[in-house]
């Protein structure tokens, strides 16, 4: 795990990022940015269980190519998730929060994964865990209002306009952060390359 100081606020954004892009990085920006962040720990995961992964391009791969598109000294390339033998969410956060007490963490997601958040294993437990972020992406902005994790969790909405005070909150909390969009998309770059 990236090493932290007392009382850092930290992003963590994970991901197959089978293969990651612009988009991406895009996501990672605005979290930045608009949450406050000190850093960022960009999660590479080893695989989705809720997706085929028989195109999945080997781990260290999607290490390289993440690192060699993050810029930003404060964005942390990590596939530490590999080392802890647990592929599920929940358990990694609960990891995460039981090794660093001493920081304050906000999971930050793609709104593209809430239409479907309902389906991770133990997905109350995560927005119970720590307070998510979610960052607009082409397609979902609407899924905030849509989604099952926005209407069980709807009370817990913070405005986006105090996103920086995200971190503050008790879990569950969470917030929807617009902003500009990349139409790039894994699925697609993958298709383009014909696997």
Known sequence: ????????????FGGSFNPPHEGH?????????????????WMVTPGNPLKDNSHLAPLGRRLALSEAIT?????????????????YTARVLAHVKARNPHVHFIWVMGADNLAGFHKWQRWQQIAQTM?????DRPGSTLAYLSSKMARTFDYARLDEDDARKLWKQKAPAWTFIHGPRSLLSSTALRARAGG
Do not use: S, Y
């Not at 795990?1 to 963590?12: A, D, Q, Y």
């Not at 810029?71 to 592929?87: C, M, Q, S, Y």
């Not at 307070?131 to 960052?135: F, G």
């Open 1 to 12: 795990m990236p090493h932290t100081e007392r009382g850092m606020v930290v992003g963590l």
């Open 25 to 41: 990085v895009l996501v990672a920006d605005i979290a930045m940015r608009r949450l406050g962040l000190d850093q960022l720990w």
């Open 71 to 87: 810029a930003n000294p404060r964005i942390k390339v990590t596939a530490f998730e590999k080392t802890l033998g647990v592929n």
């Open 131 to 135: 307070p998510i972020a979610v960052i």
